[in-house]
């Protein structure tokens, strides 16, 4: 399978490919999604709740994306892989959000970066495009800002919430990004916004009228169980396999069940001779 580039996944638009994306945050995983076809990789500041045990994504900082995204770009040959800003390291300025965007590129081997907002970071887009740093958009529901929206709630579900959307997600088109994340906003709008604009929109709790779709892959497989959103569908449930698998070995363990001998390495020479050896 060839590399997919920037390019590649805008022209995934309207080709009737359905753009997949899921989140990935070390080596052994992005090689298996790698593996099976998965279109993109995004290593999502996600990462805060699902691996570090943050109660959000807030506090997640630049040098804990990058080494995510550093283990993520060693694992996939394949899918296009998209760093995530976190919170804080592109509000500041343009030449801030240069930086870090940069960083993403040069020392973690991202393809591209993604951030959150509509308007009010159209400037940082603007000058990260200039700069050389491919940039997704994130709009509807940003978990980086959820307490400003009132919390995780479905936005856009009014006439002006839905207009303030739209100004939005053409106005990220304008400043350059080449494809919108569109999340937890009711089905109808995110059809009526992928007909409005012409770079891909991907959706995750946006319904099926969108030219891709994203969830959180410790959700889609069934790794974190503290909450599952109402958008998810859970494929699989690896949590009460992997627990399951824990206590058959603590078990085997105790009763000498685990290892037995063929796990393990046996020589032609007797050693029982150590045991007389005086300790010196």
């Given amino acids: 399978m060839k590399k997919i580039t920037v390019k590649d996944f805008r022209e995934m638009k309207g080709s009737g490919h359905i753009i997949s994306m899921l989140t990935a945050y070390d080596a052994s995983m992005a090689r298996l999604l790698d593996q099976a076809g998965v279109d993109s990789l995004l290593v999502g500041d996600s990462l805060g709740m699902v691996v570090l045990g943050y109660d959000s994504t807030v506090p997640v900082t630049m040098e804990e994306m990058l080494h995510?995204?550093?283990a993520v770009s060693r694992g996939t040959e394949h899918a296009l892989v998209i760093g995530d800003m976190p919170f804080g390291s592109y509000q500041v300025s343009v030449e801030q959000a240069i930086i870090n965007g940069t960083r993403f590129l040069k020392e973690a081997g991202c393809d591209c970066v993604k951030l959150e907002g509509g308007r009010e970071v159209c400037a940082a887009v603007q000058g990260l495009v200039r700069a050389g740093v491919p940039v997704m958009g994130h709009i509807g529901l940003t978990p980086q800002t959820a307490g400003q929206l009132g919390?995780?709630?479905v936005q856009g579900k009014d006439m002006t919430a839905a207009r303030q959307l739209?100004?939005?997600?053409?106005?990220?088109?304008?400043?350059g990004a080449f494809a919108l994340v569109l999340e937890a906003v009711p089905a109808p709008l995110a059809k009526i916004l992928r007909q409005k604009i012409s770079v891909p929109v991907i959706g995750i709790g946006a319904g099926p009228d969108c030219d891709g779709q994203v969830l959180v892959v410790h959700d889609m497989l069934g790794l974190f169980e503290k909450f599952t959103p109402k958008f998810v569908k859970q494929y699989c449930h690896l949590a009460p396999d992997i627990t399951q698998g824990v206590q058959a070995y603590l078990q085997e363990i105790q009763t000498g069940d685990f290892p037995a001998e063929e796990h393990s390495f046996a020589v032609q020479e007797d050693f029982s001779a150590l045991l007389a050896d005086k300790e010196e």
Avoid at 166 to 175: G, K, N, P, R, V
């Fill in 68 to 70: 995510h995204a550093r």
């Fill in 151 to 153: 919390g995780f709630k």
């Fill in 166 to 175: 739209l100004a939005d997600a053409q106005a990220l088109e304008q400043a």
